[in-house]
């Protein structure tokens, strides 16, 4: 196979498990967790490393910003024979109960985006793969950090979000993140959507781990709230549960089992 067009890189890489920053910024450091880590492609906002855990390879990518690129990783990825990715990146609070510097792990999103429409209409839901889940969870047990599972909502415009007042469609916008807080849902991003979507028709096992940089929601409703951009506890749990993924492939036991 010759090299995928976007991400630079071919089937005789022989991997099945990749950790998926968006910021190629991350990948550097993502990788310092594995043995004999090297860069092996730099290509748009694709950067990647290869290295090992447990004698098994693992590969280190970023997907840039948002569910288009995204959804173009997954789909190159799926064509060199990855089975299996865990996104370890940002995200902002929502819920009122989610502070800066806590995880959430993401079981579902709202698809407030545009890429998973063009794969399966708006009613299939966005869901994050069982095992996945649960191994991140397990993963996260581990860690010294406050945690979350549940529903996480993905958009497509990052000001949207923050400057919602002087869009256009602020009347839409405003009224959605009330109804998406009243609902519970933890926090919001811009990639799990596609990531969820596009792993769910290609069958590939795909999970989120993110780390909490801040809650808005938190501030203006005068609560406490830490502002952090620390990601190293959110990259250790994504090792973990790679970690613990193949040991269960390795013993042919499900990690529920």
Not at 108 to 127: C, D, H, L, N, Q
Not at 150 to 160: E, P, R
Not at 195 to 217: C, Y
Not at 219 to 240: L, Y
Request: glycine share 8%.
């Amino acid at each position: 196979m010759s090299k995928m067009y976007h991400i630079g890189l071919e089937d005789s890489l022989n991997v099945k498990y990749a950790i998926l920053p968006g910021d190629p910024g991350r990948v550097e450091k993502i990788a310092e967790y594995l043995d004999e880590p090297q860069k092996i492609a730099e290509s748009r906002e694709y950067t990647s490393y290869v290295g090992h855990l447990d004698g098994e390879k693992v590969l280190v990518m970023s997907t840039g910003m948002g569910g288009p690129s995204t959804a173009i990783a997954i789909e190159e990825l799926a064509q060199i024979g990855v089975t299996t990715c865990i996104r370890v990146g940002s995200t902002g609070g929502i819920d009122l109960k989610v502070k800066g510097g806590d995880l959430v792990i993401a079981n579902s999103t709202i698809r407030m985006e545009g890429t998973s429409k063009e794969y399966v209409p708006i009613e299939f839901p966005a869901t994050a793969n069982f095992e996945v889940t649960l191994t991140l969870i397990k993963a996260a047990q581990k860690s010294n950090r406050n945690f979350h599972v549940g529903t996480i909502h993905t958009k497509d415009s990052f000001y949207g979000q923050h400057s919602p007042e002087r869009m256009p469609v602020s009347y839409e916008l405003l009224n959605k993140w009330e109804a998406w807080k009243k609902a519970g849902t933890l926090a919001s991003e811009m990639e799990c959507a596609a990531l969820f979507t596009v792993s769910q028709v290609l069958g590939i096992r795909s999970g989120a781990v993110l780390h909490v940089l801040w809650n808005k929601d938190r501030v203006k409703a005068g609560m406490e709230d830490n502002e952090t951009h620390d990601m190293s506890e959110a990259i250790k749990v994504s090792i973990e549960a790679i970690r613990l993924l193949i040991e269960s492939d390795k013993s042919g036991k499900k990690i529920y089992e």
